[in-house]
């Protein structure tokens, strides 16, 4: 007998689990693509304009996910636990696991058990995934925007890398090699410049990026008019000139693993200066996980109760929603707190705990409404009580 009645448990227990999952990795999926794609625009911008192939838009596209990740999976999760009551509801399902004797504790346990994965899921993604894909992608577009072949040497174009030069390349071999070399410098005007030559090689140096002309000439007027011809079978012309100015490499707060962000280097200038801004970033990679479990027990303390509305549920769930994103509206300006004050760092710690408890109260059974009724009527006795002594 008692392993039906297990057996049964297990089953409502798999039944419900499966009802929140489905939802959950759909809302994942369509949230989750409607940010990707806001924020692959932006990629595929400094790819075109760095003469990139797909293949390096693809791969910057999949690194952007773990930083959509941190934000989705909480309210996803919140929108497939509101999915599943209400459908369980709607259905009179809830009403029948009532009826068998089940308690509301047993019914949100299956759900506290999808919230408790999906809080190790942003573990996981806050701690390694986020600081590892952020770091590659910087190093990336770093690389991008410094490599200079990729937009000033582009076969059969006239490119313009500064004022007053330019460059034309009939045709790009692999390995830097390049057939068909024309640059005109007319940076000074009074004397400009033109070289032309038949083959040429890009290589890079310790003090940059070179073009090593072959079998060509070079073409100078001078303020008179006057032109001189002089011919090279090697010529290297310094491209560094033209490169981007190369960034200052820090780590910026969402490229930093868990231990840079509580403990900064102080001597490094970056550090000293956003310090508190990288300890309060760090206590948020700890908390902002934990807002699965509130967000699964905001949803069940709003539809959980058996209480039967023939109106419908749609205010109950609409005021869920609003307590939900009203908690994590509060959880962002306590990271901004934390950073002009950091003694209130605690704040963030505080803010999902107290709404973890009072969502876990209202599960068992705690009414607010209640609460305030009976403290309203307490005062007002107390009042009274006093107005007759007087």
Not at 300 to 317: D, V
Request: with cysteine.
């Amino acid at each position: 007998m008692a392993r039906d009645s297990s057996s049964r448990v297990f089953k409502i227990d798999t039944y419900v689990t499966r009802l929140v999952t489905g939802p959950f990795l759909v809302f994942m999926l369509i949230l989750t693509g409607v940010v990707w794609l806001t924020q692959s625009l932006e990629l595929l911008n400094d790819v075109i304009e760095q003469g990139q192939n797909i293949g390096v838009f693809l791969y910057l596209s999949v690194l952007v996910i773990p930083s959509i990740l941190v934000i989705v999976l909480p309210i996803a999760l919140f929108f497939a636990v509101v999915y599943c009551l209400y459908r369980l509801r709607s259905d009179s399902e809830l009403v029948v696991m009532y009826a068998a004797g089940m308690s509301r504790w047993q019914v949100a346990r299956p759900i506290f058990g999808c919230a408790i994965t999906v809080m190790m899921l942003a573990y996981l993604v806050n701690m390694l995934l986020l600081p590892m894909a952020m770091r590659d992608m910087r190093s990336l577009l770093l690389e991008m925007r410094t490599e200079f072949a990729s937009s000033l040497l582009q076969a059969g174009e006239f490119t313009t890398p500064a004022p007053g030069l330019t460059v034309f390349v009939e045709n790009r071999l692999p390995g830097g090699e390049i057939e068909g070399l024309l640059v005109h410098d007319n940076r000074d005007k009074d004397k400009p410049v033109s070289y032309i030559a038949d083959r040429g090689q890009l290589v890079d140096t310790r003090e940059g990026p070179r073009l090593i002309m072959l079998n060509g000439n070079i073409q100078r007027r001078d303020a008179q008019k006057k032109t001189d011809f002089l011919y090279f079978d090697k010529y290297t012309f310094d491209l560094a000139q033209f490169e981007n100015p190369t960034e200052e490499r820090y780590f910026k707060a969402y490229e930093r693993y868990l231990s840079e962000l509580l403990w900064p280097d102080t001597t490094q200038a970056y550090d000293n200066q956003y310090k508190d801004e990288l300890i309060a970033e760090g206590h948020a990679r700890i908390t902002s996980p934990i807002y699965a479990l509130v967000f699964a027990a905001f949803a069940m303390a709003g539809l959980l109760p058996n209480e039967f509305n023939r109106r419908g549920y749609g205010k109950r769930i609409v005021l869920t929603v609003a307590l939900g994103l009203g908690v994590r509206l509060l959880d962002l300006a306590s990271v901004g707190w934390a950073t002009r004050y950091p003694v209130l760092i605690s704040v963030q710690y505080l803010i999902p705990i107290m709404a973890l408890v009072g969502a876990c109260a209202m599960i068992g059974g705690w009414k607010p409404t209640t609460s305030i009724k009976t403290l309203r009527q307490l005062l007002d006795s107390s009042n009274a009580a006093e107005a007759s002594r007087s």
